[in-house]
């Protein structure tokens, strides 16, 4: 709750002393990631992940902005469960992630480099496993439906063509790396099964408005 209090006096004292220079982005995105479960003898699966993403933007100096952003994601979770370097099953767990970040930006000409602090509810859909012998189960019911995740990540933004003021027009090519850390443990019955998960996205953007703010800050 704190931390969501945060972002949002952020947003507010940004959206204040810069409110003539905002600029909204709708992105796409998608990629890899790798998900384990803070347990004993659980090693990472991996599974592709992807969704759509808004940022709101303003720009608080020449080469500085601060953006609020909102996504809904796709997100493969689970393990693998390891013993003695012997494969023993597999959970799969499916859930659709909606994360709240602060995002600010640095800009070196047409490149950025941008930081993801936040957080979100993370709610699973479906999941099951099998064991060594290749047998299947569903264990939706046996976990919890919704967890609470901390979102740290990192990544680098390619700037495109700017437009007029008010007309869509392409944003940026991005990369990003994040990491997000369930709070929740996931086992109805068992304690120490907690969500760690692992990211790397590829996305585009499509940007509207800020192409004022965006000539101030080219070199």
């Not at 810069?18 to 659980?42: M, P």
């Not at 990369?175 to 068992?190: F, K, Q, S, V, Y």
């Not at 099964?193 to 790397?200: A, M, P």
């Amino acid at each position: 709750m704190k931390l969501f209090c945060v972002i949002i006096i952020v947003f507010l004292i940004s959206r204040e002393a810069h409110a003539q220079s905002t600029e909204f982005d709708l992105a796409l995105k998608g990629g890899l990631n790798a998900a384990t479960l803070a347990h004993d003898n659980r090693d990472n699966r991996y599974g592709f992940t992807g969704g759509l993403s808004g940022n709101l933007q303003w720009s608080v100096a020449d080469r500085f902005s601060l953006a609020g952003q909102i996504e809904l994601l796709y997100t493969p979770r689970g393990a693998n469960a390891v013993f003695n370097g012997v494969m023993e099953g597999v959970s799969r767990e499916h859930y659709i992630d909606l994360m709240l970040a602060a995002r600010p930006e640095l800009r070196f000409g047409s490149v950025g480099v941008y930081l993801l602090l936040g957080g979100g509810l993370n709610f699973l859909m479906s999941a099951n496993k099998d064991d060594a012998g290749g047998s299947g189960q569903d264990i939706t019911g046996d976990l919890h439906r919704i967890d609470i995740a901390l979102l740290a990540g990192a990544g680098v933004a390619w700037h495109l063509s700017s437009a007029e003021s008010g007309s869509w027009h392409l944003g940026t090519i991005f990369l990003e790396a994040r990491h997000d850390i369930g709070l929740i443990d996931t086992d109805l019955a068992n304690d120490g099964f907690k969500n760690r998960t692992s990211s790397l996205m590829l996305g585009l953007s499509l940007a509207m408005g800020g192409s004022s703010a965006r000539s101030t800050s080219a070199p």
